[in-house]
């Protein structure tokens, strides 16, 4: 039977995970970098509710950091603490944009 590729819009936890796993090792053997892990930050409130935060990864030693925000998100607020666009791709979502962002961490 030939490969087929099916489009489900609720993945297998275990599916998802092999991926990031093949993911992972092939940008491993190609640069190098074995250093990746995940990172997270969270604003709680007084009572302990989750205000804010930001979840991502680590990879290849920690000189910037690389982010992307919708228009109707928080772009103002990442370029207000310093970040500067360095990409966008319009429409998405239909009338708007996803805004790549990068901020260096050491000169």
């Known amino acids: 039977m030939a490969d087929r590729i ?6 297998l936890p275990r599916d998802l995970e092999r991926l990031e796993e ?25 009572s302990g509710a989750l205000r804010a935060g930001l979840a991502g990864h680590t990879w290849g030693g920690c000189a910037q950091v690389v982010l992307s925000s919708h228009g109707f998100q928080a772009p103002a607020f990442y370029r207000r603490h310093g970040y500067v666009e360095v990409g966008r791709v319009e429409g998405y979502p239909r009338g708007d944009a996803q805004i790549y962002l990068r901020k260096a961490l050491v000169g």
């Open 6 to 11: 099916r489009f489900v819009d609720e993945p």
């Open 22 to 46: 093949e993911i992972d090792q092939f940008n491993y053997r190609t640069t190098g970098f074995h250093d990746g892990r995940s990172l997270a930050a969270f604003l709680r409130d007084e």
